[in-house]
């Protein structure tokens, strides 16, 4: 199997679960019930994604990113009926990167034998050098584990200004995103390639210019890795900062979707956990935000190359 992913991929994660936990207690969930209506949350999140390949989205583009802690069901559900399945590997809420099942991460990946194993890093080219260089000795394990047994990596790369660079910019966490964070998000990438971390796809953070997913789509298949490619991710960002990192990525070529998460399901379950909205409605509510996040990349795809 070569490397890389070059097929439309659009993803409704949902394997956060810190997240998940915070919400239900804002929520007033009992503790002893809190894991087991997060459960429940996922469950719900999954029945929108199903209504949505039910109602005519491409069945081998739509995916779901599940965890095993609280989305164990909702995996083996998604693999038994053909679906795309990425889960994470890695230990929810951590600075630095590191397993969620320390030596066994390879078991629970061929036990639930997902399309993409997942891993997210949060890495500064400018953090100090012995945490980053243990970042990507615990990364390229992973990926070699990964390419010995031809399965697909899908890497999540957040960069996260230091006080430095925020004060460079004075502060304004959007000049950051927009001035400063492409370049470091580049020179992140050469990096990583210069460790021997190669993923097929790169979940990367919104970008503000289409220039600048130009230039991450040129880095990410620089090399000859000519099938790799980028999606994009939310970040949980507001619907509208969404709309316009998708409608930037669409029509790039190496950009081929995206994973989005929070900004598609927090409401529906939050009204879910806190009782507002019944399971149906809640499923109902995320089910539109995924197809219109779906049919928004493909349109702007399409008038991109028109």
Known sequence: MGIGYDRPLY?????????FEEMATKAGVPESERDERIRQAKQVIFA????????????????????????????RAARQ??????????KSGQKIFDFEYGDQFGEHIQAF????????????????????????????????????RD??????????????????????????DREVRPDLTLQAIDEFYAAGVVPDVWKIEGLDRREDCER?????????????SCVVLGRGADPARVDHWLRMGAGVPGYIGFAIGRTLWWEGVQGFLNGTLSRDQA?????????????????ASRAAVA
């Open 48 to 75: 929108g994604f199903e209504l949505v390949v039910n109602r005519g989205a491409p069945r081998d583009a739509a995916g779901v990113l599940v965890d095993e802690q609280y989305g164990a069901e909702v995996a």
């Open 216 to 228: 991450m789509a040129a880095k990410v298949r620089s090399g000859g890795r000519d099938q790799v």
């Open 11 to 19: 993803i409704l994660a949902f394997d956060h679960r810190s997240s």
């Open 283 to 299: 499923a109902e509510k995320i089910a539109a935000n995924y197809l219109r996040a779906i049919n928004l990349f493909v349109e």
């Open 113 to 148: 034998d997902p399309t993409f194993a997942k891993a997210l890093v949060r890495y500064n080219p400018e953090d100090p050098a012995e945490s980053k260089q243990i970042q990507l000795e615990r990364l390229k394990r992973l990926h070699d584990w990964l390419r010995e």
């Open 81 to 90: 009926r053909g679906y795309i399945l990425a889960m994470p590997v890695e």
């Open 151 to 176: 399965r697909k990596f899908l890497l999540e790369l957040l960069v996260p200004a230091t006080k430095a660079q925020l004060e460079r910019v004075g502060g304004d966490s959007e000049r950051y």
